[in-house]
């Protein structure tokens, strides 16, 4: 099992930028495909990014696509999710997950192990 644990929450203002980061730990998640998604009150969970294990291949929602970026570095076994042009409507808990069955997961059916979440404020 991977424990996954992120940071780099905050409360930004409006077209501010964060970067979020998501520490692996446990085993090596160098063959896995890692996501971002994120649940806003009274929402549901939703996918906001992905990347295969390699790194080679990405996702994203249509949501976030031209703002926010995923990448990973396996030497560090972190994956990161820069976050610019920042909207309230993007304020959430955002959650990495980590898939060991699919090539590039954009399913939550799809994720075995997930984070324990970061809040991300973004203010008008």
């Known amino acids: 099992q991977v424990q996954l644990v992120e940071s780099g929450g905050g409360l930004v203002q409006a077209g501010g930028s964060l970067r979020l980061s998501c520490a692996a730990s446990?085993?090596?998640?160098?063959?896995?495909?890692m996501g971002w998604f994120r649940q806003a009150p009274g929402k549901e969970r939703e996918f906001v990014a992905a990347i295969s294990w390699s790194g080679g291949s990405k996702a994203h929602a249509d949501s976030v696509k031209g703002r926010f970026t995923i990448s990973r570095d396996n030497g560090k076994n972190t994956v990161y999710l820069q976050m610019n042009s920042l909207k309230p409507e993007d304020t959430a808990v955002y959650y990495c997950?980590?898939?060991?069955?699919?090539?590039?997961?954009?399913?939550?059916?799809?994720?075995?192990?997930w984070g324990q979440g970061a809040q991300v404020t973004v203010s008008s």
């Open positions: 997950a980590g898939s060991g069955r699919s090539f590039l997961a954009i399913t939550k059916s799809e994720y075995d192990d």
């Open positions: 446990g085993r090596t998640v160098s063959t896995y495909a």
